[in-house]
Protein backbone atom coordinates (compact mmCIF):
# COMPACT_ATOMS: atom_id res chain seq x y z
CA UNK A 1 0.00 0.00 0.00
CA UNK A 2 1.35 2.86 -1.00
CA UNK A 3 1.04 6.42 -0.83
CA UNK A 4 2.10 9.56 -1.88
CA UNK A 5 1.41 13.12 0.48
CA UNK A 6 1.58 16.58 -1.67
CA UNK A 7 4.31 18.29 0.21
CA UNK A 8 3.40 22.19 -0.86
CA UNK A 9 4.46 23.63 2.12
CA UNK A 10 1.06 23.94 3.75
CA UNK A 11 -0.28 21.10 6.15
CA UNK A 12 0.42 18.93 9.14
CA UNK A 13 2.77 16.52 6.69
CA UNK A 14 4.12 14.47 9.42
CA UNK A 15 1.37 13.86 11.61
CA UNK A 16 -0.87 12.70 8.37
CA UNK A 17 2.39 10.42 7.52
CA UNK A 18 3.02 8.61 10.59
CA UNK A 19 -0.88 7.94 11.44
CA UNK A 20 -0.77 6.39 7.26
CA UNK A 21 2.45 4.40 8.21
CA UNK A 22 0.24 3.03 11.31
CA UNK A 23 -1.98 1.75 8.97
CA UNK A 24 0.71 0.08 7.10
CA UNK A 25 1.00 2.69 4.04
CA UNK A 26 4.65 3.39 3.09
CA UNK A 27 4.63 6.86 2.77
CA UNK A 28 6.51 9.02 0.00
CA UNK A 29 6.02 13.03 0.55
CA UNK A 30 6.99 14.79 -2.70
CA UNK A 31 6.22 18.56 -4.25
CA UNK A 32 7.20 16.92 -7.35
CA UNK A 33 4.87 16.65 -10.60
CA UNK A 34 6.09 13.54 -11.30
CA UNK A 35 5.80 11.41 -8.01
CA UNK A 36 1.87 12.96 -8.64
CA UNK A 37 1.43 11.51 -12.16
CA UNK A 38 2.81 7.95 -10.63
CA UNK A 39 1.28 7.81 -7.42
CA UNK A 40 -1.11 4.87 -6.32
CA UNK A 41 -3.18 7.00 -3.48
CA UNK A 42 -2.66 10.57 -3.31
CA UNK A 43 -3.49 12.36 0.45
CA UNK A 44 -3.70 16.34 -0.31
CA UNK A 45 -3.64 17.68 3.42
CA UNK A 46 -3.75 21.49 4.39
CA UNK A 47 -4.52 23.84 6.98
CA UNK A 48 -5.30 27.66 6.78
CA UNK A 49 -6.72 29.93 4.17
CA UNK A 50 -7.97 28.83 0.99
CA UNK A 51 -6.30 31.36 -1.09
CA UNK A 52 -2.81 30.26 0.14
CA UNK A 53 -3.33 26.58 -0.51
CA UNK A 54 -4.43 27.20 -3.71
CA UNK A 55 -1.22 29.69 -4.49
CA UNK A 56 0.86 27.25 -2.94
CA UNK A 57 -0.03 24.34 -5.38
CA UNK A 58 0.42 27.09 -8.40
CA UNK A 59 3.58 27.87 -7.34
CA UNK A 60 4.81 24.38 -7.54
CA UNK A 61 3.32 23.76 -10.63
CA UNK A 62 0.42 20.66 -9.03
CA UNK A 63 -2.83 22.03 -10.13
CA UNK A 64 -2.71 19.92 -13.42
CA UNK A 65 -0.83 17.39 -11.94
CA UNK A 66 -3.77 17.04 -9.31
CA UNK A 67 -6.04 17.20 -12.19
CA UNK A 68 -4.51 14.43 -14.31
CA UNK A 69 -4.61 11.94 -11.18
CA UNK A 70 -8.19 12.68 -10.50
CA UNK A 71 -9.15 11.84 -13.85
CA UNK A 72 -7.17 8.57 -13.87
CA UNK A 73 -9.76 7.37 -11.32
CA UNK A 74 -7.11 6.38 -8.47
CA UNK A 75 -7.90 7.17 -4.82
CA UNK A 76 -7.56 10.79 -4.01
CA UNK A 77 -8.29 11.91 -0.42
CA UNK A 78 -8.15 15.47 0.66
CA UNK A 79 -8.29 16.34 4.42
CA UNK A 80 -9.00 19.94 5.91
CA UNK A 81 -7.87 22.33 3.49
CA UNK A 82 -7.35 19.43 1.01
CA UNK A 83 -11.06 18.46 0.95
CA UNK A 84 -11.74 22.14 0.47
CA UNK A 85 -9.59 22.38 -2.69
CA UNK A 86 -11.47 19.97 -4.00
CA UNK A 87 -14.25 22.32 -4.87
CA UNK A 88 -15.00 24.71 -7.66
CA UNK A 89 -14.83 27.76 -5.79
CA UNK A 90 -14.35 29.16 -1.85
CA UNK A 91 -15.87 32.33 -0.56
CA UNK A 92 -13.24 33.11 2.20
CA UNK A 93 -11.51 36.22 2.02
CA UNK A 94 -13.31 36.89 -1.28
CA UNK A 95 -13.65 34.26 -4.27
CA UNK A 96 -11.43 31.57 -5.55
CA UNK A 97 -11.11 28.81 -7.65
CA UNK A 98 -10.86 25.98 -6.50
CA UNK A 99 -9.02 22.59 -7.87
CA UNK A 100 -13.06 21.72 -9.51
CA UNK A 101 -12.73 17.90 -9.04
CA UNK A 102 -16.19 17.98 -6.93
CA UNK A 103 -18.49 20.85 -7.81
CA UNK A 104 -19.04 22.77 -4.55
CA UNK A 105 -18.63 25.72 -3.18
CA UNK A 106 -17.11 26.17 0.51
CA UNK A 107 -18.99 28.94 2.51
CA UNK A 108 -18.55 30.18 5.99
CA UNK A 109 -19.67 28.26 9.01
CA UNK A 110 -22.64 29.84 10.43
CA UNK A 111 -21.71 32.37 13.11
CA UNK A 112 -25.06 32.18 14.50
CA UNK A 113 -27.27 28.64 15.89
CA UNK A 114 -30.79 28.29 14.05
CA UNK A 115 -32.37 29.25 17.47
CA UNK A 116 -30.10 32.99 16.83
CA UNK A 117 -27.76 32.61 19.64
CA UNK A 118 -24.20 33.61 18.71
CA UNK A 119 -21.52 30.98 18.23
CA UNK A 120 -18.08 30.52 17.81
CA UNK A 121 -15.81 30.54 15.16
CA UNK A 122 -13.88 28.64 14.08
CA UNK A 123 -15.43 25.51 14.61
CA UNK A 124 -13.13 23.61 16.99
CA UNK A 125 -13.58 20.32 18.69
CA UNK A 126 -14.71 17.09 18.73
CA UNK A 127 -17.71 16.70 16.96
CA UNK A 128 -19.95 13.26 15.81
CA UNK A 129 -20.46 12.49 12.55
CA UNK A 130 -24.08 11.50 11.12
CA UNK A 131 -24.97 10.95 7.26
CA UNK A 132 -25.05 13.41 4.48
CA UNK A 133 -29.20 14.10 3.90
CA UNK A 134 -30.38 11.68 1.71
CA UNK A 135 -27.84 9.06 2.74
CA UNK A 136 -29.13 6.25 4.61
CA UNK A 137 -25.45 4.34 5.01
CA UNK A 138 -21.87 4.71 4.55
CA UNK A 139 -21.82 1.34 2.46
CA UNK A 140 -18.86 1.48 0.08
CA UNK A 141 -17.23 4.65 0.81
CA UNK A 142 -14.24 5.85 3.18
CA UNK A 143 -16.39 5.61 6.06
CA UNK A 144 -17.65 2.08 5.67
CA UNK A 145 -16.07 0.95 9.03
CA UNK A 146 -17.12 4.36 10.85
CA UNK A 147 -20.17 3.78 12.60
CA UNK A 148 -22.67 6.74 13.31
CA UNK A 149 -22.06 8.64 16.00
CA UNK A 150 -18.50 8.55 15.78
CA UNK A 151 -16.81 11.22 17.21
CA UNK A 152 -13.59 13.38 15.15
CA UNK A 153 -12.03 16.09 15.75
CA UNK A 154 -11.94 19.59 13.65
CA UNK A 155 -10.49 23.06 13.30
CA UNK A 156 -12.49 25.35 10.77
CA UNK A 157 -14.19 28.16 9.69
CA UNK A 158 -15.65 26.72 6.08
CA UNK A 159 -16.98 24.22 4.87
CA UNK A 160 -17.83 22.64 1.67
CA UNK A 161 -21.54 22.43 0.46
CA UNK A 162 -21.43 19.85 -2.99
CA UNK A 163 -23.38 21.04 -5.66
CA UNK A 164 -24.83 17.43 -5.89
CA UNK A 165 -25.95 16.40 -2.15
CA UNK A 166 -25.19 12.62 -3.48
CA UNK A 167 -21.42 13.75 -3.26
CA UNK A 168 -21.89 14.47 0.60
CA UNK A 169 -21.05 11.71 2.79
CA UNK A 170 -21.10 12.68 6.44
CA UNK A 171 -21.78 15.70 8.53
CA UNK A 172 -21.68 17.45 12.40
CA UNK A 173 -24.30 19.15 13.59
CA UNK A 174 -23.05 22.70 15.29
CA UNK A 175 -25.50 25.42 16.68
CA UNK A 176 -28.42 23.50 15.01
CA UNK A 177 -26.45 23.98 11.33
CA UNK A 178 -25.19 21.13 9.27
CA UNK A 179 -21.49 21.65 8.72
CA UNK A 180 -20.28 18.76 5.88
CA UNK A 181 -17.60 16.92 7.79
CA UNK A 182 -16.97 14.95 4.69
CA UNK A 183 -17.48 14.38 0.59
CA UNK A 184 -17.02 11.56 -1.82
CA UNK A 185 -17.52 11.06 -5.73
CA UNK A 186 -16.25 7.88 -6.48
CA UNK A 187 -12.54 7.69 -5.78
CA UNK A 188 -12.10 11.42 -4.57
CA UNK A 189 -12.90 11.86 -0.67
CA UNK A 190 -12.30 14.56 1.43
CA UNK A 191 -12.38 14.85 5.24
CA UNK A 192 -12.92 18.09 6.86
CA UNK A 193 -11.91 16.68 10.26
CA UNK A 194 -8.41 15.29 10.89
CA UNK A 195 -8.59 11.48 10.78
CA UNK A 196 -4.68 11.82 12.15
CA UNK A 197 -6.00 13.72 15.35
CA UNK A 198 -9.28 11.29 15.29
CA UNK A 199 -7.58 8.45 17.11
CA UNK A 200 -9.44 5.02 16.52
CA UNK A 201 -12.09 6.27 14.19
CA UNK A 202 -9.97 8.41 11.51
CA UNK A 203 -7.55 5.78 11.67
CA UNK A 204 -10.00 3.07 10.71
CA UNK A 205 -10.82 5.82 8.10
CA UNK A 206 -7.26 5.88 6.55
CA UNK A 207 -7.31 2.44 6.90
CA UNK A 208 -10.46 2.15 4.64
CA UNK A 209 -8.95 4.47 2.40
CA UNK A 210 -6.00 2.13 1.90
CA UNK A 211 -8.69 -0.28 0.82
CA UNK A 212 -10.16 1.23 -1.96
Not at 53 to 76: C, E, K, N
Not at 102 to 126: A, E, L, M, N
Not at 186 to 206: D, I, N, R, Y
Request: with cysteine.
Amino acid sequence: MQVTIVDYGIGNLFSVQRALEHCGATVRLSSEAGAIDEAERLVLPGVGAFADGMRGLRDQGLIDPLRRFAAAGRPFLGICLGMQMLATVSEEFGEHAGLGLIPGRVVPVPSVTTDGHPQKTPHIGWNELVPAVGRASWEGSVLASTPEGAAVYLVHSYHFLPDDPKDGLADCIYGGHRITAAVQRGHLMGCQFHPEKSGATGLAVLDRFLGI
